[in-house]
């Protein structure tokens, strides 16, 4: 018997792989094993929807390693199309199902690493098994999708779920000219975002005559006379014509194998493991979607489903079970989305988690272009950054447009992981050209507006407070755009001076009554602030992201 150690890894995918390569780049003397039970490892899974679409052209694409070419590189024994079904802790062995012979095998290991990964929810309803109705996890589903879409002709796409592969599948289902609705049982698509922002998204969706349905859920999947489903009932009665049904109602960690032997799994229904990646049961570790991360805001701890996070566990927990000590200290959850031509980003908190977590959040809406404005191509950004309105801490920023999200979200993440305050951004020193950016970037001007609100210099009256309340008693709101702008829309109420006029014009407001005042954007109304307030008006505020934030319009 061989007195090398063996590591076997269960799941060969992101954390799996990231997991085996690391060991081996630790120890050249270890035998290492993956069981994958897919005919395929280390794949782009991202990037299905964009197979699917067409963008990626080949499913070779996306693959990164194949069994052969990692087995050879890393002297790693891969076994595909094998799945573990059971371990056995006490005498550290696994029992094994070669799926394609049938046959199953015992091994055994010094030290285990689970990386099982997640599965699509399903949901209890008659129907799901239909061959025209899809979830997208693997390169088999996609494979299946794509022949399935290039070859169907009652073009009626039903998305169930407003999370991030179902959006992303907009553009393949558009590319074959389907009518597409979405049902989403929360009041907004990708929840885990602010609604500010999905306001933005929610309505060019519906500009590009996507039906969204929320509140909703899917009761009943109905028959067509082909056999197929043919229409989705809602909750509340809706019936919608579906030629395509995708549940994308998201994941749920697979924990399966391991609960069965014993590992905990935590309140959020993932592997727990310490700081190590390691598990309560001696020598086995977890990584990737199956198990836990720490939020190192929140200090939550959950399955996030990102490929950021399981490539890091994956690394950390290799190292250790190869006989290193590292610490995963968590994550700054991080994560950006791309729905047809438009780019949803966010880092940290959003409000309402900052609220669960403890903190007293506020926020300022801020829009501003991806590049000089001069220089051809620049693009509206929409960004909402949310800070303690206690201490000043930087809790999260979400923005959304066409281009330049990745590269702020980018730098506010590394803000976050390094505790800086929102006025800090003032201060950052940041790559100017004007193809590329502005001498004072959109995250300086955050920065800039986070030691006004330090000062006292500035305060805001928030768009849904408005919506939901109207305005203040005794207050006047006040645009100061130009008369085409106003002309051409207003928020209704709006006393109009333009912001050229208003020194010779500010005797027609009450100095005793609060001026909230709008722009565009947000720059002339703060200009307006400080004309008002520096000729002795007492309360004037602005309107959190002024007119574009009121219309929330890409």
Request: include cysteine; hydrophobic fraction near 35%; glycine fraction near 10%.
């Amino acid at each position: 018997m061989s007195d090398k150690k063996r590591i076997i890894i269960i799941g060969g995918i992101a954390a799996g792989t990231a997991a085996a390569a690391k060991c081996r780049r630790t120890d050249e003397s270890l035998e290492i094993v993956i069981y994958e039970k897919d005919k395929h490892i280390s794949y782009g899974t991202c990037g299905l929807p964009y197979f699917v679409s067409g963008k990626i052209p080949g499913i070779g694409k996306l693959l990164i390693n194949t069994p052969e070419l990692f087995s050879k590189r890393f002297n790693i024994d891969v076994k595909t199309r094998h799945e573990v079904i059971n371990i056995i802790p006490e005498d550290k062995i696994i029992q094994v199902k070669d799926l394609k012979s049938g046959d199953t095998f015992q091994d055994s290991y010094d030290r285990l690493i689970l990386a099982t990964g997640s599965n699509p929810i399903s949901i209890p309803i008659e129907g799901y098994d239909s061959e025209n109705v899809f979830t997208l996890k693997t390169i088999k589903d996609g494979l299946r999708l794509k022949k399935y879409l290039k070859r169907n002709n009652n073009k009626n796409a039903v998305i169930i779920g407003g999370g991030f592969i179902g959006l992303e599948l907009i553009e393949a289902f558009l590319e074959y000219r389907y009518k597409i609705c979405i049902i989403e049982k929360m009041d907004q698509l990708l929840p885990a975002f602010d609604r500010e922002i999905i306001e933005y998204l929610e309505n060019y969706l519906k500009s590009r005559g996507i039906d969204i349905y929320k509140q909703e859920e899917a009761s009943k999947l109905l028959k067509g006379k082909d056999g197929l489903v043919g229409s989705v009932e809602t909750s509340s009665g809706k019936k919608l014509k579906a030629g395509l049904i995708f549940f994308g109602i998201g994941v749920r960690p697979s924990t399966g194998l391991a609960r069965q032997c014993g590992i905990k799994t935590g309140a959020s229904g993932a592997i727990e493991v310490d700081s190590f990646m390691r598990t309560n049961i001696e020598d086995i570790f977890a990584a990737g979607d199956c198990c836990e991360c720490k939020n190192i805001i929140s200090g939550d701890l959950r399955s996030y489903n990102l490929a950021s996070i399981a490539n890091r566990q994956g690394r950390t927990a290799g190292y250790n079970a190869a006989g290193g000590s590292e610490v995963f200290s968590g994550s700054n959850i991080t994560s950006i989305i791309r729905v047809l031509d438009i780019a949803i980003g966010k880092t940290g908190m959003g409000c309402r988690e900052a609220k669960a977590a403890g903190y007293d959040p506020s926020y300022v809406e801020l829009h501003y272009n991806s590049h000089a404005g001069y220089y051809p191509g620049a693009q509206m950004m929409h960004c909402f950054v949310i800070y303690d309105s206690k201490t000043g801490k930087l809790l999260g920023l979400q923005a959304i447009g066409r281009e330049g999200i990745d590269k702020r979200i980018d730098i506010a993440s590394t803000a976050i992981k390094n505790a800086m305050d929102l006025e800090g951004f003032a201060e950052l020193d940041l790559s100017y050209q004007p193809a590329y950016g502005s001498a004072r970037d959109a995250l300086n001007i955050l920065g800039m507006i986070g030691e006004n609100i330090k000062k006292g210099e500035v305060g805001f009256i928030d768009i849904p407070d408005i919506r939901e309340n109207g305005l203040p008693e005794d207050s006047v709101l006040l645009d100061v755009r130009s008369g085409k702008e106003f002309t051409d829309g207003h928020i209704q109420g709006a006393v109009h001076i333009p912001i050229d006029d208003l020194r010779d014009r500010m005797d027609s407001l009450e100095k005793d009554k609060q001026i909230i005042i709008y722009c565009k954007s947000g720059y002339r109304a703060y200009l307006g602030l400080r004309i008002l307030v520096n000729n002795g008006f007492k309360d004037v505020k602005l309107l959190n992201g002024s007119y574009l934030s009121w219309i929330r319009k890409i």
